[in-house]
Nanobody, 118 residues
């Protein structure tokens, strides 16, 4: 299993970014997928997920600002992030998601750094 997140960068508050996740070694079409983030000295938390049928979940602070989508044909997952805030600064990772909302695989990949700062 490999999960390669990309698309991060430095953006000003209020800006937007689109993250991409390329999965290999398994078919995302049969699993729920999610985006997690980890800020310095904090635990890694789920910020958004999408089920195999397209049902989405967002954390309270992400609702209305983030949009998760999936392209099963390309084995890719995306996270559109708008109205970014400094508190969104973190390393973002993608992973399959279990029914309990926990990451399904132990292999995380390197993640992609998102920094929101003026």
């Amino acid at each position: 299993v490999q999960l390669q997140a990309s698309g991060g960068g430095l953006v000003q508050p209020g800006g937007s970014l689109r993250l991409s996740c390329a999965a290999s070694g398994f078919m995302i079409s049969v699993v729920a997928m999610g985006w997690f983030r980890q800020a310095p000295e904090k635990q890694r938390d789920l910020v958004a997920s999408i089920s195999t049928t397209g049902i989405t979940y967002y954390g309270e602070s992400e609702k209305g600002r983030f949009t998760i989508t999936r392209d099963n044909a390309k084995n890719m997952v995306y996270l559109e992030m708008n109205s970014l805030k400094p508190e969104d600064t973190a390393v973002y990772y993608c992973n399959a998601v279990s029914a309990s909302g926990r990451p399904a695989y132990t292999s995380w990949g390197q993640g992609t750094q998102v920094t929101v700062s003026s």
